[in-house]
Structures are given as structure tokens and as C-alpha cells.
């Protein structure tokens, strides 16, 4: 009998990705709330992009740790150890002092940060190791599930990037942070109560050793991965958001609130799109009647298309010699364009990872995947205030651009003889 065909299945299934829905909600919203508000206290983009180190520091060593957590205690206590701790971080984050010195505060919200980016992997890792377990068989059926559930977080985080700047217009920091906090909390109630079986318990002999890879195709897709999302995060986190509101702001307070929500408008679009092509994956790349060879193969064919986006954008961004309408107006369309290719790309490695992983160790393998994910996103994080603040928007997208290659080369050393991890 398939997991399609036990209700358990099912119920474990949906209950799995309404709690994951709810997190991302907060996730996207801290974030685009982080970001604005430390902006308009006057930090550059360089210290805008340390405020989100901690995050993808912890992400790192959360989703080695995780893979092994969720293999050793199961996979519901992994993803309610993730709500439990959003929470903690909402609240904490709640007691910042706009009186405290900006190093102080950086340091602050670096830590709270940090631990926001462990609560969001346990639950991320939990909710994508679900999907290979509850998953009805077959390629088909696999690719379906993990597109839904990828898909659809991506799209309720991106209204999380709009819900993010609207209490921030409306209600300020302290009230936005409180807001969240009280209604994850609802949320992890509810999961707690109401969660079915279906999902494995853990087992005692499970080795922290057994979390490193030794499959050729995790690793080079977990490398793929790297630079794929270091690709998106060196624009995304820093980057853009300021350009825009060096656009959009004319300094007054109402000038403020107006490009907040245009900003948060335009993130929230982003990754909406994003989910909602990542949800139609399958259909695009019509998983159900192609050998699992030939959509390996597309893996490098649709990261080069991506690589070809950010390299025009920074020709025109170098062409406009500075801010100008028709610039703004090409980023937004291309970055656009870079969503919906990005997409595509995303969800053929979140499909791939969990066809490459055996059931036995699939929290150790995904554990690993997104542990180089959260690598990658550091690394454009990091790269993200630093090539803005040094070169501006043409250097930043001459990066993304370069990455999304290296990622393409990656993607070429995956072997379509191997289907499943050793």
C-alpha cells in the first residue's frame, strides 16, 4: 500500500506543511521587517548584511545537526522544536533598546538571528524529509508532493515579505515582532494537538558520523546548490531592497512608509512567483513521462538559462551609469524573469535530493543538501553588502552571474546512472 493510500499518510502530509506554511509566514515577515527598520536607523549595507550572518552561520551547522536530530528523535520533534524556538527568538527580539549603541544592537540581532535561522531549519529539514516518507511511489508522485509543499512555503513567505513591511508601517517594530509571536504560538498549539501518525520516531543507533555523504550525486547536487542560492541571496538579502529604496524614498516619513510597502509589495511578488512556479514544476518539466536521466540533465541546461538573466541585467546596469527609470523598471522585469528560471531550477534539486536519498538515511542526506543550501545563502549574504557597497548594482550582478556558472559546471558532474545515494 502506497502513502497515498493511508489516510495517516495524508493527514501527516498536510498537517506537516500547514505548520511549515505558518512558520514561513514569520520567516519572510522578520526578515523584511530586520531589514527595513535597521535601514531607516541609518545602517549601511554592509552592516545590514552581518545582521543575517548569525542566521545562515546557525543554518549551516543546524541542518548537519538536524538530518541526525530528526534520525535520532524523530521527525516531529524536530519540527516542533523549530516552531517552539521562532517563538523564543519573536520575543527576544521584541526586547531591542532603539537606545542601545549600534554595535550593541548589531551583535543583539545577530544572535536572536542566529536563532531564528536553527529554528527555521529544524522545521524546513522536518517538513522536506515528511515529503520522501509520505510521498504516494513513484517519480511522478515524489516530484508532485515536493514541488506542492516547496511551492506553496515559497508563496506564503512572500506575502510573509509583505505582511513583514505592512506592520511595520502600521504598527512599528515591537507590536509587528509581538504580533507573530503570539500567533506562531497558536499555531504550534494546534500542531501539537492535533498532528497524526505516520512519522518515524527516531532510532537510538543513529550515528552523528552517518550525516556526511558519501554518494558522488548529493554531494555534486549539494554543491550545485551553493552557488545557486548564493546566486539569488547576493542581490536579494541587501542588495536590491536598498536600491530601491534609494529609488522609491524622498526622506519624509510618509515617503518612508510608501516605499516600505512598494518594497515589501515587490519581495512578496518575487517569491510568490517563485512558489508558484516551483509548484508547477512538474508540469513543466513533464517529471511524470521523462526518465529520471534526462530531468538530471536538465538541471544543467536550466541553470545556464539562469546564469544569462543576472549577466544582461548587469549590462544594463552598467550602460545607465546610475539610477534611472528605465533601469528600474529593467530590474524588476528581469529579476522576474530570474524567478521564474530560478524556480524551475529549485524545484529539480529538491526533487533530486529526495530521489537520490534511500529511505533509510533520507534525513541525513537532505541534512547535508541544505546544509550547503544554508552555505550558500551565507555566502550571498555576506557578498551581498559587500559587492553593493564596493561596486555597486553591476558588480553584485556580475557576481550572481558567475555563480549561477559555477553552479551550471556543478550541476554537469550529476551521473544519471545513479538513482538512489550509497
Known sequence: MTAAARPEGLSAYIAVTASYWAFMLTDGALRMLVLLHFHTLGFSPVQLAYLFVLYEVAGIVTNLS???IAARFGLTFTLYAGLGLQVLALLALAQLDPAWAIGASVVFVMLVQGASGVAKDLAKMASKSAVKLLAPDGQAGLFRWVA????????VKGLGFLLGAALLATIGFVGAVLAMAAALT??????????PSGLPKGRKGAKFSEVISKSHNVNWLSAARVFLFGARDIW??????????????DGT?????????????FMAVWIILYGAVQASAPKVLRAATRPAGELIGAARQWAWALAAVPALLTLAALVSGGPQTWLTVTLVAGLLIFGTIFAINSALH???ILS??????????????????AAGRLLGTLLSGLTYQAGGLPLMLGVAAGMVAISALAAGRLDARITESG
Open 186 to 195: 497558536v499555531i504550534l498549539i494546534a500542531v501539537l494537538v492535533f498532528m
Open 356 to 373: 537520490f536519498s534511500k529511505a533509510e538515511r533520507v534525513t541525513m542526506d537532505v541534512g547535508f543538501y541544505y546544509m550547503a543550501n
Open 148 to 155: 506542492l509543499l516547496t511551492g506553496s512555503k515559497n508563496a
Open 350 to 352: 529538491s526533487y533530486l
Open 253 to 265: 516619513v510618509a515617503g518612508n512608509r510608501t516605499a516600505f510597502f512598494l518594497i515589501g509589495t
Open 66 to 68: 538536524a538530518g541526525w
Open 236 to 249: 536579494f538579502v541587501v542588495g536590491i531592497p536598498i536600491y530601491f529604496y534609494a529609488v522609491l524614498s
